[in-house]
């Protein structure tokens, strides 16, 4: 298939945006959810970047480890926002890929080493992580947050799908389901999206996140 056809082919597909923060082991069960989906619908998921820590800047009633989080999760967002910016929306959705194993299933620790493999992985240049050290870009980090939060509201968190022009938090999933039944949930989340008036659902988690 030459380039131009693969164009022409992702063009058909439905478009589902997806706002992550490469931290959060919600968000990564999702974006797996969605890459099943791709498998089973006529749909491609095109992956942006949101940031826990824009999300809870100022709110200091906030638990001291979860603050403590908040303050190692700048490094990977910023880094993914990088790739993005320099090498486009294709390698980002690998970045992720890379560093979402290697923090969740993997469970590595949280650090420039692991952003440096992730890199590596998907044939970036290493000295990408450096900009998780420096706060130059986050302007335009906080743009690409407010693209994906703001039309759902302060209230909720990351995942954010955006299906028809509806923004959506979640769906929140463990495990991420697989073959016709990711297709099926899919269905269902995409026709609450043709009501205006739908807004939530929702129901208390009684599991973690399970990565299989």
Same mark, same amino acid.
């Given at each position: *298939?030459?380039?131009?056809? *693969?164009?022409?082919?992702?063009?058909?597909?439905?478009?589902?945006?997806?706002?992550?923060? %490469?931290?959060?082991?919600?968000?990564? *069960?999702?974006?797996?959810?969605?890459? $099943?989906? $791709?498998?089973?619908?006529?749909?491609?998921?095109?992956?942006?970047? *949101?940031?826990?820590?824009?999300?809870?800047?100022?709110?200091?009633?906030? %638990?001291?480890?979860?603050?403590?989080?908040?303050?190692?999760?700048?490094?990977?967002?910023?880094?993914?926002?990088?790739?993005?910016?320099?090498?486009?929306?294709?390698?980002?959705?690998?970045?992720?890929?890379?560093?979402?194993?290697?923090?969740? %299933?993997?469970?590595?620790? @949280?650090?420039?080493?692991?952003?440096?493999?992730?890199?590596?992985?998907?044939?970036?240049?290493?000295?990408?992580?450096?900009?998780?050290?420096?706060?130059?870009?986050?302007?335009?980090?906080?743009?690409?947050?407010?693209?994906?939060?703001?039309?759902?509201?302060?209230?909720?968190?990351? %995942?954010?799908?955006?299906?028809?022009?509806?923004?959506?938090?979640? /769906?929140?999933?463990?495990?991420?389901?697989?073959? $016709? /039944?990711?297709?099926?949930?899919?269905?269902?989340?995409?026709?609450?999206?043709?009501?205006?008036?739908?807004? $939530?659902?929702? @129901?208390?988690?009684?599991?973690?996140?399970?990565?299989?």
């Amino acid at each position: *298939m030459t380039e131009k056809q *693969m164009e022409t082919e992702l063009t058909d597909l439905q478009q589902v945006d997806f706002w992550f923060d %490469p931290q959060c082991p919600w968000a990564w *069960m999702t974006s797996r959810w969605m890459l $099943e989906v $791709e498998k089973v619908r006529p749909v491609r998921t095109v992956f942006h970047v *949101m940031s826990l820590s824009v999300l809870n800047e100022g709110r200091d009633e906030l %638990p001291e480890d979860y603050k403590t989080f908040l303050a190692g999760a700048w490094a990977s967002a910023r880094v993914a926002l990088a790739v993005e910016e320099q090498y486009g929306s294709e390698k980002l959705r690998e970045f992720y890929t890379a560093i979402g194993t290697r923090f969740h %299933p993997n469970e590595e620790t @949280r650090d420039r080493a692991a952003l440096e493999g992730a890199l590596t992985d998907v044939g970036l240049p290493a000295e990408l992580a450096d900009a998780g050290e420096t706060d130059a870009n986050d302007e335009a980090l906080r743009r690409s947050h407010h693209e994906g939060m703001d039309p759902v509201g302060n209230e909720v968190g990351t %995942p954010v799908v955006r299906i028809n022009g509806k923004s959506l938090f979640g /769906p929140v999933i463990s495990p991420a389901p697989k073959g $016709e /039944p990711a297709g099926r949930l899919f269905d269902g989340v995409a026709l609450v999206t043709e009501y205006d008036g739908f807004y $939530e659902l929702k @129901r208390s988690r009684t599991t973690g996140p399970i990565f299989d």
